[in-house]
């Protein structure tokens, strides 16, 4: 998936996330600032790794503020804002 | 007979009648609050009280404090019957070694993280409403200097808290401290020559009165953990509770009850109310911290009595102004587990919340999921131990924090003491209770078991990392009965 701009999905309210994507000239990069980062922050890191080889996106910078949201919604989030920024 | 008393000597030693100057009698006088704290002289050791009725909006603690601090005391013991926002920037305090001792019922927000840091060395000792009172009737706490706000003072301090400019409502935390403690030092922003009717401090409890500008914020009182909720998990949850109540028979005339704050429990009472309108039945007291939505109860006639040991909003504090079967009751009489008579013990049935719950039902209402100290004991202990029947309502999951979980952070409600668990998930009966379960069973109300709730959780959230714990106990957490029930630890 070639990315071509800069796109956001997702809100900041309570058990959701808000996922941007930011095409990037150099190795990826990945923010995470969640309210459950202690608990929960690696397997987010890993959730969106696996999402991104998925798709076969590189040299992208992802910034993701999570309100606590559940894998699946992260999963949906990060792919909208991929599929965006592919637009 | 022979003769008990030698007159002379018993005239010798009392005096004899001299006259009396009318003008020359003692007469309190109204003081500053710098004035006081320097007669008192606050020193090294010294324990010094606080009550939480203005919760948010409350404006004395830091009053003293701060003058405290600028005389350069220290090491003395802070022993409010709770901590709330307003006081969030007192790591000031202790880093300035003026606080090096804390007794509270709560402890929340940027405190709660500093304390979890390890900021103060003594570790925070957490008592319910009931083990405060206990403590302190017991001798176990000594307070040195107990400050009250109050809303309307006269100038001998006969007080109370729901007359004036800025009103809390009840005063009944402060009830014990002021019938225990060396000095008492009442605080107002209305003072009049006028005596204070009707008062809930005596002024023969007080030692000095004080007057200043502002004496608490009453906006503030209401916290958004008494909002009636329109989320449908909590509705649901709500809805499912007062169910339970109804097949559990305990909706009789003359019946009792207390729910607690929280969006699920609050809302329990709005279903309670129509179950009985149409079964025509009158409740014989509500019981805790008062809301507007139980005073409309007691306005409607379904509840006779409200016994009120905090107000949780401006509705609350005004109709203990004005309904005369709206009572002021002290913690000691509310929650005291050694007051035999104390009133949660006539509890039929108290809704509780709860941050988490384990497998054995016991109940976290003191840290969060990271262990990070954030919450209250408050009366959900005594409610819990006093009731005939004591049913804790929580979401399964919030967010991604799971309610119920194989075993809590830390424990502040020993599961024998809790009944039933009612989730948007399923309820839950603790097997102690076969009464319950097969009463509920009787009357096909589902139940699910602990365990499968537990599971569902985990299913949904997944396993969580552990939390970094330090070596450091930061809290200490008593059961109402003064025994130690679980240690907080520092969290890195």
């Known amino acids: 998936m070639k990315l071509n701009k800069r796109a956001i999905a997702g809100t900041m309210t309570s058990s959701d996330v808000m996922i941007e994507v930011i095409p990037w000239g150099k190795t990826s990069e990945i923010n995470i600032k969640s309210d459950v980062e202690k608990q929960y922050g690696d397997q987010i890191l890993d959730l969106i790794n696996s999402i991104l080889r998925e798709n076969d996106v590189d040299n992208v910078c992802i910034n993701v503020v999570d309100k606590g949201a559940l894998d699946f919604t992260i999963s949906a989030r990060l792919k909208t804002a991929l599929f965006r920024a592919a637009k | 007979m022979e003769d008990r008393y030698d007159i002379n000597e018993l005239l010798k030693e009392k005096g004899t009648f001299t006259g009396i100057d009318k003008s020359k009698r003692k007469k309190n006088k109204v003081r500053s609050l710098k004035y006081v704290i320097d007669a008192l002289d606050i020193k090294d050791g010294m324990t010094i009280s606080f009550h939480h009725h203005f919760r948010n909006g409350d404006l004395l603690a830091d009053m003293v404090l701060e003058l405290l601090d600028k005389k350069g005391t220290k090491n003395i013991t802070i022993f409010p019957s709770s ?29 709660g993280e500093d304390i979890s840091s390890g900021m103060l060395d003594t570790p925070v000792i957490i008592r319910s409403h009931g083990g405060r009172a206990r403590a302190i009737e017991s001798g176990e706490e000594k307070i040195d200097v107990a400050f009250i706000a109050v809303a309307h003072s006269d100038v001998n301090g006969n007080a109370n808290g729901f007359e004036g400019v800025s009103p ?13 403690a060396d000095k008492v030092v009442v605080v107002s922003d209305l003072i009049t020559e006028e005596i204070t009717i009707p008062f809930s401090v005596p002024s023969y409890n007080v030692d000095y009165v ?90 409607e006639g379904l509840v006779r009595k409200l016994l009120d040991v905090q107000c949780f909003d401006l509705d609350a504090v005004f109709s203990l102004k004005n309904n005369i079967r709206h009572f002021e009751i002290d913690a000691s009489f509310y929650a005291n587990p050694e007051n035999p008579g104390c009133v949660v013990n006539k509890l039929d049935v108290v809704v509780l919340s709860a941050l988490e719950i384990d497998r054995n039902f016991d109940v976290n209402v003191m840290t969060g999921s990271d262990g990070i100290l954030r919450g209250a004991s408050g009366g959900h202990c005594d409610t ?109």
């Not at chain 2, 202790?94 to 709560?106: A, E, K, M, Y």
């Not at chain 2, 004080?210 to 449908?232: C, D, F, Q």
């Not at chain 2, 429990?265 to 809301?291: H, P």
């Open chain 2, 83 to 111: 901590l709330t926002t307003a006081h969030d920037h007192f790591g000031q305090y202790i880093q300035s070694g003026l606080i090096s001792r804390i007794c509270t019922s709560g402890i929340r927000d940027r405190l």
């Open chain 2, 168 to 180: 809390c409502g009840s005063l009944g935390y402060s009830m014990v401290d002021m019938k225990h």
């Open chain 2, 210 to 299: 004080v007057k200043v500008e502002k004496i608490g914020i009453k906006e503030k009182i209401m916290s958004g953990a008494t909002r009636l909720t329109t989320n449908p998990k909590e509705l649901l949850i709500a809805k499912r509770t007062a169910d339970i109540i109804e097949a559990l028979e305990i909706i009789k005339e003359n019946f009792t009850f207390q729910t607690g704050t929280g969006g699920s429990s609050l809302a329990v009472t709005r279903f309670m109310r129509d179950k009985m309108i149409e079964k025509k039945i009158v409740a014989d007291f509500a019981l805790g911290g008062i809301t507007g939505h139980i005073v409309r109860l007691h306005e």
């Open chain 2, 384 to 492: 819990a131990a006093g009731s005939k029947i004591c049913i804790v309502t929580s979401p399964l999951v919030r967010g991604r924090i799971a309610t119920v979980k194989d075993k809590v952070l830390n424990i502040v409600t020993p599961g024998s003491t809790v009944d039933i668990l009612v989730t948007d998930h399923g309820t839950a009966v603790n097997p102690l209770r076969k009464d319950i379960m097969a009463l509920l069973k009787e009357k096909k109300i589902p139940i699910v078991s602990i365990d499968t709730l537990v599971e569902m959780a985990e299913k949904i959230v997944k396993k969580p990392n552990p939390i970094v714990y330090g070596d450091k106990v930061v809290g200490v957490i008593e059961y109402r009965d003064g025994s130690i029930i679980d240690l907080v630890k520092q969290v890195i």
